[in-house]
């Protein structure tokens, strides 16, 4: 039966090579091979798997050799916090080459006196956009963050609206103000949004 069929579709193709496609009649055209005219395929594809695709796409996207040009760059945990300080998001302060972490102003900025002074102030205006209102690292990472994101970042920052900075950046600040573990780039402040929420309904 496959040779009989195979010797069917080359003598239909030969008969219709030079008719018109309109001269055809339809039992001949349904009985044609709709890929007659596709290309030979030397070698089939070989088979993806989209899951393994994309997992090899985000590694490669957050390994630092793939973006940092600063030199001072760590792996981190997400796509979106794998940036580096020479991205043109942010507002460059620093020849080529050299990293953001090393302005003068970077180390003002950070300083501890600065950042609780900077803590107590925002609580004091109502505004508590963090668990609570003690003063240890946690506080003064997520103070250093706010400053540093105004420093460095283009544009009006956004109610309860965040954008990753640099990996250097954030490793920096991590290291002067450590704790055992992080919890990483958050795009929106839940709790600056509930307590906002709350303080609404209490109008």
Not at 128 to 138: L, M, P, Q, S
Request: charged content about 25%; aromatic content about 8%.
């Amino acid at each position: 039966h496959f040779y009989k069929r195979n010797m069917e579709s080359q003598t239909l193709s030969e008969t219709c090579e030079d008719a018109k496609l309109w001269e055809i009649p339809p039992y001949i055209l349904n009985r044609m091979d709709p890929y007659r005219d596709d290309p030979c395929l030397d070698q089939p594809a070989p088979e993806t798997n989209p899951e393994q695709e994309n997992t090899v796409t985000e590694e490669k996207s957050i390994e630092p050799g793939s973006y940092c040009l600063c030199g001072k760059c760590v792996q981190m945990a997400a796509l979106a916090e794998s940036c580096c300080c020479s991205h043109n998001k942010y507002i460059s302060k620093m020849p080529e080459g050299n990293c953001i972490v090393d302005h003068i102003d970077f180390g003002t900025i950070t300083n501890r006196t600065v950042l609780e002074i900077n803590l107590k102030t925002v609580w004091s205006s109502g505004v508590i956009d963090t668990d609570n209102e003690e003063i240890d690292n946690h506080n003064l990472r997520y103070a250093a963050y706010r400053s540093l994101f105004i420093w460095l970042c283009k544009g009006k920052r956004k109610t309860a609206i965040r954008t990753a900075l640099p990996s250097c950046v954030v490793n920096a600040v991590r290291e002067k103000y450590p704790d055992a573990s992080y919890t990483g780039f958050v795009a929106k402040s839940p709790i600056f949004q509930s307590k906002r929420l709350r303080v609404n309904k209490n109008k």
